[in-house]
């Protein structure tokens, strides 16, 4: 269906009508792209731990502070943790120029930048995560675990890769998904709030919030099994069979499927 033809299309917030005039787009030209970053297919087992962190073209402070504390490339219980920053455009014409130049220069510093070509906002979380995915696939793919957060988080990585190490079945023969898990909470309809979900946008259930693990095998997984994922306007996740682990205080959980709409 066309977005024109979309009841009350008219009338919805710009950024909505943005990701539904656009929500048929899957691949996007790379801008900045790290190759061997992870050393290679066969070396990128050895990583235990990948940091995958979304953050807009304007953040860097925020990039700046995650690189001395608890985003900082290191080694920890003889298990390596890597880091990357994911991220679109921003604006056009001259300044979005200006920012990719900015951005290509940090980059050449920190070598922990990949960039897209398309506008990096809130609906386009999810598209964000599918084009990382690929990415992995392609560079990464036997990286052991994935932490995805965002530039705005405080997440204490050493006790993660304690609690990743003391699991019992940390062999690769199950998926692990583990995050904050809401529960019984439906899309939001007030338009006057961020995280505004209109009728006209499907949105799944059992939506997590943005800081989770994932087994790395889960996401050859979810390419293989669902190769064209519709994106949601917010980065959203379908889980299930979850229990808790008082250890880490989360949940741990299946994973059916997470930041796109899946028929199950």
């Not at 690189?67 to 290191?74: L, P």
């Not at 050449?108 to 598209?127: A, C, H, V």
């Not at 799944?204 to 306007?233: G, I, T």
């Amino acid at each position: 269906m066309s977005a024109a033809n979309i009841s009350g299309f008219s009338s919805l917030p710009a950024g909505i009508k943005d990701f539904l005039y656009y929500r048929h787009c899957r691949h996007f030209p790379m801008l900045l792209d790290l190759p061997d970053k992870c050393g290679g297919v066969d070396k990128s087992a050895d990583i235990f731990l990948l940091l995958v962190i979304k953050s807009s073209p304007v953040n860097y402070e925020r990039r700046e502070v995650l690189r001395k504390t608890w985003a900082k490339e290191r080694s920890h219980n003889g298990v390596w943790i890597r880091r990357i920053f994911i991220s679109g455009t921003m604006d056009s014409g001259f300044e979005k120029k200006r920012l990719n130049k900015l951005l290509e220069l940090e980059q050449r510093e920190y070598n922990d930048i990949l960039q897209w070509d398309f506008s990096d906002t809130f609906y386009n979380l999810t598209l964000k995560q599918i084009l990382f995915l690929e990415w992995m696939e392609r560079n990464c793919p036997k990286a052991r675990f994935l932490l995805n957060g965002d530039d705005d988080v405080f997440a204490n990585t050493d006790n993660m890769v304690d609690y990743l190490q003391s699991l019992k079945d940390n062999d690769g023969s199950k998926h692990l998904f583990a995050g904050h898990l809401i529960q019984n909470v439906g899309p939001i309809r007030s338009s006057g709030s961020k995280y505004f979900i209109p009728a006209q946008a499907h949105l799944p259930a059992k939506p997590a919030r943005q800081l989770f693990f994932l087994e790395s095998p889960l996401q050859s997984f979810l390419l293989d099994d669902y190769p064209s994922p519709q994106p949601q306007p917010q980065s959203v996740t379908i889980i299930t069979d979850c229990v808790e682990d008082k250890l880490f205080t989360l949940p741990v959980c299946l994973v059916s499927a997470f930041g796109f709409s899946i028929d199950l």
